[in-house]
């Protein structure tokens, strides 16, 4: 008894925990890091200089400049440069001698059509930034060996970087694509296990499949997203997950990946969790609805532990004896279908004023071992008259006993509550339970009246063969004048004198 609370109570922890743990961002952000053995550090800085930081913007004056970052290490030079276009993009860095002795770069507001990634001045950068202009396209190739740590992209309405682009950044830890107009995320190089850090916010046109490949799969391609709860990220039509076109915040995707981990599993089995749909209310979070699919692997109870937002729970061909977690388990408070068929179930008492019954919308039960339906259990109560009808069951296959009752009574009420009502069986009479007859049910009581009936149909008759008897004996005494037998042979009685007188 004691063990068993205390494992209930367990339960609920586990549920509580799981719900929390992933219910807010920073919790997520933390799991994933700790997870991991990854410092919560926050992401490394570019190099980066505001605008008022920029060379004067007069004709004929180099619109790049050379910051002396320290004196002690003059080859960590760093370069600043605006408002670059294609014409200026070259003399501009030509006139402060990059890349000579430059490690850091930002360059603002530049706008090019394309900034290619394979040139050799790029080659030893550990931190370039190309920020707040307009470029379309990232192409080309990082060299192999190049050591940036930190690329910023952010704010230029690019639209493509081709997907090996970045591919030989094998130091790369930062990379910020923030506010551009990205589809697709080019590969990341994040092999070794170290940090890395993307920033992926304000670009909500990015698919979301995409950025999922990265979240919690192998250690190898964990990344930490920075401003994690300001990033969106575009769901298609073609990601079987999500029936539309819309922008799903980051901590769902997350949450597709943490849903694997809370699908119920034991040692010999593991049900499979999916996405029902996305549930999008204006002006709301958008929300899941998780499909559990317990079927047919042997379980003798109902799972412990779902994960949150579960809507439908199938544990269809399994050996489960008894439903009190529908009713006392939280983590169950979300179903609304809850199919056991082909079970051992042989009671539904113990969902009687379960929160269950006040929320579903249909619970199959069909083909287990229910004897007795208590039918004030399933019908409606007096909370749910609209709902009422919208609810579906299924008890066909149950092989119930049937009594009088049943053909009277319960017989209507399986016709109107329930789906497959011409399916439920009597388990005492080869019988369908809409089949029966009260006429042929209800002869226990009519058995013993007739009995009464026979007694005194026989005592009538008797009376009428005793009159007729007596008369006959009378009439020939009259007109014979003898008695016949046996009144002959009687002795004489005392009262005999008050006839002969
Ligand atoms: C990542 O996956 C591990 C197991 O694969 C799991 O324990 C952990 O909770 C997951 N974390 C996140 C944030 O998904
Ligand atoms: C990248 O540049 C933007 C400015 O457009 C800035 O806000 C952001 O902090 C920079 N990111 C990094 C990682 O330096
Ligand atoms: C680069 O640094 C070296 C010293 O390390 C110095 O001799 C050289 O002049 C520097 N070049 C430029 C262009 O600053
Ligand atoms: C950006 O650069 C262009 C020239 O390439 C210039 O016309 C524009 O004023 C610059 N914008 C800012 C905000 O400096
Ligand atoms: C990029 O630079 C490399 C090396 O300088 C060159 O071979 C390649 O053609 C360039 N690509 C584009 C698209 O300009
Ligand atoms: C990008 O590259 C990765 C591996 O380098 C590959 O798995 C992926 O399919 C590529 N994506 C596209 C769109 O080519
Ligand atoms: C990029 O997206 C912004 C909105 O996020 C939009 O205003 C802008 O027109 C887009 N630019 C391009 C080139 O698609
Ligand atoms: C995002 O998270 C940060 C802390 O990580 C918090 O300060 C901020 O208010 C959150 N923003 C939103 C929009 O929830
Ligand atoms: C997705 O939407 C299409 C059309 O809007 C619909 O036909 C299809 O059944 C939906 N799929 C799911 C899984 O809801
Ligand atoms: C439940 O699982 C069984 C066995 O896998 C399957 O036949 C049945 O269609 C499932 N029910 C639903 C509603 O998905
Ligand atoms: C149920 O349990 C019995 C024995 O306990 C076993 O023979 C049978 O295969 C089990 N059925 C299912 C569907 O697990
Ligand atoms: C389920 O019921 C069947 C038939 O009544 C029985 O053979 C089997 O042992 C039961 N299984 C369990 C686990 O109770």
Same mark, same amino acid.
Not at 434 to 442: I, T, Y
């Given at each position: 008894?004691?063990?068993?609370?205390?494992?209930?109570?367990?339960?609920?922890?586990?549920?509580?925990?799981?719900?929390?743990?992933?219910?807010?961002?920073?919790?997520?952000?933390?799991?994933?890091?700790?997870?991991?053995?990854?410092?919560?550090?926050?992401?490394?800085?570019?190099?980066?200089?505001?605008?008022?930081?920029?060379?004067?913007?007069?004709?004929?004056?180099?619109?790049?400049?050379?910051?002396?970052?320290?004196?002690?290490?003059?080859?960590?030079?760093?370069?600043?440069?605006?408002?670059?276009?294609?014409?200026?993009?070259?003399?501009?860095?030509?006139?402060?001698?990059?890349?000579?002795?430059?490690?850091?770069?930002?360059?603002?507001?530049?706008?090019?059509?394309?900034?290619?990634?394979?040139?050799?001045?790029?080659?030893?950068?550990?931190?370039?930034?190309?920020?707040?202009?307009?470029?379309?396209?990232?192409?080309?190739?990082?060299?192999?060996?190049?050591?940036?740590?930190?690329?910023?992209?952010?704010?230029?309405?690019?639209?493509?970087?081709?997907?090996?682009?970045?591919?030989?950044?094998?130091?790369?830890?930062?990379? /910020?694509? !923030?506010?551009?107009? *990205? $589809?697709? &995320? %080019?590969?990341?190089?994040?092999? =070794?296990?170290?940090?890395?850090?993307?920033?992926?916010?304000?670009?909500?046109?990015?698919?979301?499949?995409?950025?999922?490949?990265?979240?919690?799969?192998?250690?190898?391609?964990?990344?930490?997203?920075?401003?994690?709860?300001?990033?969106?990220?575009?769901?298609?039509?073609?990601?079987?997950?999500?029936?539309?076109?819309?922008?799903?915040?980051?901590?769902?995707?997350?949450?597709?990946?943490?849903?694997?981990?809370?699908?119920?599993?034991?040692?010999?089995?593991?049900?499979?969790?999916?996405?029902?749909?996305?549930?999008?209310?204006?002006?709301?979070?958008?929300?899941?609805?998780?499909?559990? /699919?317990? !079927?047919?692997?042997? *379980? $003798?109870? &109902? %799972?412990?532990?779902?994960?949150? =937002?579960?809507?439908?729970?199938?544990?269809?061909?399994?050996?489960?004896?008894?439903?009190?977690?529908?009713?006392?388990?939280?983590?169950?408070?979300?179903?609304?279908?809850?199919?056991?068929?082909?079970?051992?179930?042989?009671?539904?008492?113990?969902?009687?004023?379960?929160?269950?019954?006040?929320?579903?919308?249909?619970?199959?039960?069909?083909?287990?071992?229910?004897?007795?339906?208590?039918?004030?259990?399933?019908?409606?109560?007096?909370?749910?008259?609209?709902?009422?009808?919208?609810?579906?069951?299924?008890?066909?296959?149950?092989?119930?006993?049937?009594?009088?009752?049943?053909?009277?009574?319960?017989?209507?009420?399986?016709?109107?509550?329930? &789906?497959?009502?011409?399916?439920?069986?009597?388990?005492?009479?080869?019988?369908?339970?809409?089949?029966?007859?009260?006429?042929?049910?209800?002869?226990?009581?009519?058995?013993?009246?007739?009995?009464?009936?026979?007694?005194?149909?026989?005592?009538?008759?008797?009376?009428?063969?005793?009159?007729?008897?007596?008369?006959?004996?009378?009439?020939?005494?009259?007109?014979?004048?003898?008695?016949?037998?046996?009144?002959?042979?009687?002795?004489?009685?005392?009262?005999?004198?008050?006839?002969?007188?």
């Amino acid at each position: 008894m004691y063990s068993a609370t205390k494992m209930q109570w367990l339960a609920v922890m586990m549920c509580l925990y799981a719900g929390v743990a992933s219910a807010r961002t920073e919790e997520d952000q933390a799991s994933a890091t700790n997870g991991n053995g990854i410092s919560g550090a926050l992401p490394e800085q570019c190099f980066y200089q505001l605008s008022s930081e920029c060379p004067p913007q007069d004709p004929g004056e180099c619109p790049c400049k050379r910051i002396i970052l320290s004196h002690d290490s003059p080859e960590a030079q760093a370069v600043l440069c605006c408002n670059l276009d294609s014409q200026t993009f070259e003399s501009g860095l030509s006139c402060a001698n990059f890349p000579a002795n430059v490690t850091y770069v930002h360059i603002r507001n530049a706008t090019l059509d394309t900034f290619n990634a394979s040139e050799v001045r790029w080659r030893r950068l550990k931190s370039l930034a190309i920020t707040d202009g307009k470029i379309n396209h990232v192409k080309g190739q990082f060299l192999m060996m190049t050591p940036t740590l930190c690329l910023n992209l952010s704010n230029n309405a690019l639209v493509e970087v081709e997907n090996n682009s970045f591919t030989r950044l094998a130091h790369l830890t930062t990379l /910020d694509l !923030s506010y551009n107009n *990205l $589809t697709h &995320l %080019p590969a990341l190089n994040t092999m =070794n296990g170290r940090e890395f850090w993307l920033d992926i916010s304000g670009t909500n046109t990015l698919w979301c499949h995409d950025i999922y490949q990265y979240i919690n799969k192998t250690g190898e391609k964990q990344i930490n997203f920075n401003r994690e709860n300001e990033t969106v990220c575009s769901a298609s039509k073609t990601w079987h997950w999500f029936n539309a076109t819309e922008q799903v915040p980051l901590k769902q995707v997350r949450y597709l990946s943490l849903l694997q981990t809370e699908c119920p599993k034991g040692e010999a089995w593991q049900c499979q969790c999916n996405f029902r749909r996305l549930d999008i209310v204006k002006g709301k979070q958008p929300t899941l609805a998780v499909n559990v /699919d317990c !079927s047919g692997i042997q *379980l $003798t109870e &109902l %799972p412990e532990k779902l994960p949150r =937002n579960t809507i439908a729970l199938n544990v269809s061909y399994n050996n489960i004896t008894v439903l009190d977690d529908l009713s006392t388990n939280p983590c169950y408070q979300d179903i609304r279908e809850f199919y056991a068929d082909y079970n051992n179930i042989s009671s539904i008492n113990k969902l009687e004023g379960s929160k269950f019954l006040d929320n579903y919308a249909l619970l199959s039960l069909r083909y287990n071992k229910i004897k007795s339906l208590p039918t004030y259990i399933l019908s409606p109560n007096a909370r749910d008259k609209n709902f009422g009808s919208s609810r579906l069951v299924k008890l066909g296959g149950n092989q119930l006993h049937c009594d009088c009752n049943t053909a009277k009574y319960l017989k209507v009420w399986l016709q109107t509550r329930i &789906l497959d009502s011409d399916e439920v069986l009597c388990e005492n009479v080869k019988e369908k339970v809409v089949d029966l007859e009260p006429s042929k049910m209800c002869v226990y009581p009519g058995d013993w009246t007739d009995y009464i009936y026979y007694i005194i149909a026989t005592e009538v008759i008797l009376l009428i063969s005793l009159v007729a008897k007596v008369s006959y004996d009378y009439w020939v005494f009259k007109t014979a004048g003898y008695l016949p037998w046996p009144a002959n042979k009687m002795p004489k009685l005392p009262c005999d004198w008050l006839c002969e007188t």
